[in-house]
């Protein structure tokens, strides 16, 4: 019985299963989730001192070894800030790559 529910433990955590995607372990093990939860960070940051988000700065924070990957991270930055935050993601400037968070939720935010 134990090698039984060994086993079964062992194809939940399985990569591709979607157990797995949802758990925090593998969260924190998916670099690309990591990359996306550092620069939510740092858009929540620059949404609270109304700085403008470039692109560049987005791409210091992913950094060279991930640049290939940029757009699947701000594909899931931008889902989570929407998701958790009520936040949207929108590129005002094409040309110059420039980005704001606009409130979903009818209201701004207030400060405490």
């Known amino acids: ?19 797995a995607a949802a758990s925090p372990e593998s969260s ?5 989730t990591r990359k996306a939860s550092l620069l939510v960070q740092i858009l929540l ?15 210091k924070v992913v950094n060279k070894k991930y640049k290939e990957y940029f757009p699947e991270i701000l594909r899931r930055t ?4 929407k998701l958790v935050f009520g936040l ?5 400037d094409p040309n110059s790559h420039s980005y704001i968070l606009i409130s979903k939720l009818g209201s701004p935010m207030r400060e405490v």
């Open 45 to 59: 940051e620059k949404y609270e001192t109304k700085e403008p988000i470039t692109q560049a700065d987005m791409l």
């Open 1 to 19: 019985d134990s090698c039984k529910s060994s086993e079964a433990g062992a194809q939940e955590r399985m990569p591709g299963s979607s157990q």
């Open 88 to 92: 949207e993601l929108k590129e005002v």
């Open 28 to 32: 924190r093990s998916d670099p690309l």
């Open 78 to 81: 931008s889902e989570h800030v």
